[in-house]
Nanobody
Framework: QVVESGGGSVQTGGSLRLSCLVH????????MAWFRKAPGKDREGVAA???????DLEDSVKDRFSISRDNEQKTASLEMNNLKPEDTGTYYC??????????????????????WGQGTQVSVSA
């Protein structure tokens, strides 16, 4: 089971920290990622972090978002700063397994992520 938390409503320029808790025996060798779905748009990948800490960030958020993980606590976090109205949407945590601890599938391949949470809502007002 994958459970997200930390969503909410903020004004432009505000910050939020999303958390993802994974109820599995381990998250080692699992890539953990965040996706989002904005109203009227397809879901898109935002950030991914491999088991060894290798990070991939989508270009539009590189200067504003950061991703981290704690393998012992089986959590991943998405720190979002300088939020914009276009960041509004439902944010999902997702995982996939790979024996290479430095590997994550591309953020454009959500079909390859096997486990998903129910999502947490982020609303950014102008």
């Amino acid at each position: 089971q994958v459970v997200e938390s930390g969503g909410g409503s903020v004004q432009t320029g505000g910050s939020l920290r999303l958390s993802c808790l994974v109820h599995r025996s381990t998250v080692r060798n699992y890539c953990m990622a965040w996706f989002r779905k904005a109203p009227g748009k397809d879901r898109e990948g935002v950030a991914a972090i491999a088991s060894d800490g290798t990070i991939d960030l989508e270009d539009s958020v590189k200067d504003r978002f950061s991703i981290s993980r704690d393998n012992e606590q089986k959590t991943a976090s998405l720190e979002m700063n300088n939020l914009k109205p276009e960041d509004t949407g439902t944010y999902y945590c997702a995982l996939h397994y790979n024996p290479d601890p430095s590997f994550c599938y591309s953020l454009t391949r959500e079909d390859l992520f096997s486990w998903w949470g129910q999502g947490t809502q982020v609303s950014v007002s102008a």
